[in-house]
């Protein structure tokens, strides 16, 4: 069974989500790689897919949604369970 990520993995990968060009593509690239970069040492990191995402919902819809999608990974039953964020249009 996967282990849930730490709520400081959780924290890192929103904020760096939110506001790191680079970064969101390093996670596009590879989610788990890009992850493991964090240094949070959270072995959870490790059930992440290495296989690209093909889309991630732009900087300011993890801002405005952080602690929707915070709480929704938090509660997941798997480290990359699919959530839903819903974007305003």
Do not use: C
Not at 29 to 57: F, K
């Amino acid at each position: 069974m996967a282990k849930k990520l730490s709520e400081k993995t959780i924290d890192a990968l929103l904020d760096m989500l939110a506001g790191d060009d680079e970064f969101r593509a390093r996670f596009k690239a590879n989610p788990r790689a890009a992850t493991r970069s964090l240094g949070t040492q959270d072995e959870a990191v490790e059930s992440l897919p290495e296989a690209p995402i093909t889309d991630l919902a732009d900087k300011e819809a993890f801002r405005k949604s952080r602690a929707v999608v915070r709480q929704s990974l938090i509660n997941a039953r798997d480290p990359f369970e699919p959530i839903s964020l819903e974007v305003p249009r």
